[in-house]
């Protein structure tokens, strides 16, 4: 999963990736990055253009790697700020187990203190969406059998519903997947109902759903998929708190931070507005309709006032 991460590759990466924060930079520019998926390359433009805009000067990093890549490179200096999600902090200080991540705000502050006090990192206010495990199911499935959360699903399959999802192995055999959705709501899929496909690709097991391949008429999601909505599909909504909350923030290292105050305050009004049919609205301009990431940055904060 590019947007979240497990302990194992996270120690791999630190054990494996050269340590330069020592060496000298060649300027004082910000260096931005951001990871590879659609959504983190529209938050890693705007961190980029916001900086532009305030006259900082900026080098660009954007689509640098994977979370482990990514996260290793701030901590040893080789970058000073990408766009991260708080859930990760679970797997970064190895206490996933903790129930303070299903909590948007107490997870949060969670990774912000700890990042604060080991690291020197700075975790500024997050956008009031989670980019988490999700399930979608067909807009009419839903329709007719008023599913509007995990709960009502749960009742559905509990009451003989027809469902069949198009799911990846992670999600189906992790304990933090469907298993978690399972145990929370008290329900089982049985073999039958799940449809496993190749890589951990949502874009695929939604279009499965969409096109109802095989007969499948619900699929794995993360909660700011653009696919959701245009694929005629609809997120179902976590209201026990199964998953960890995967909220996206602009992580920065505090002498960076120090150097720029100005960061904070351009950038959190902007993360303020992206909640989840935000995100999921600008992430299928770029994933769905092919639109480039920087132009699709670029309009929004232009549209919201926030550039010229």
Known sequence: MNRMISRVTLFAALLSFPVLAGQARADDAVRVASKLDAEARFLGNVILQTLQAKGIAVES????????IVRTALLSGEIDIYPEYTGNGAFFFNIDSDPVWK??????????????????????????ANNTWAIAVRKDVAAANKLANLEDFAHWVAGGG?????????????????PAFEATYNFKLAPDQ?????????????????????????AMA???????AALGLVG????????????????????VLAKHPEIKDALEPIFATLDADTLRSLNAKISLEGQDAKQVAAAYLKEKGFAK
């Open 222 to 228: 993360y909660g700011t998929d653009g696919a959701i």
């Open 194 to 218: 799940i449809v496993t496909l190749a890589g951990g690709d949502t874009a695929v097991t939604e279009k499965a759903a969409a096109d109802q391949t095989s007969g499948v008429n619900a």
């Open 162 to 178: 027809k469902v069949k999802i198009a799911a990846s192995a992670e999600f189906v055999e992790s304990p933090a997947a469907l």
């Open 236 to 255: 179902l909504d976590d209201n026990k708190g199964a998953q960890i909350v995967y909220a996206p923030a602009p992580v920065i290292r505090a002498d």
């Open 61 to 68: 990093k954007l689509a640098l790697g994977p979370t482990k």
């Open 103 to 128: 909590n948007l705000e107490a997870g949060y502050e969670k990774v912000r203190d700890l990042d604060a006090e080991k690291n020197k990192i700075v975790w500024l206010k997050p956008a009031p």
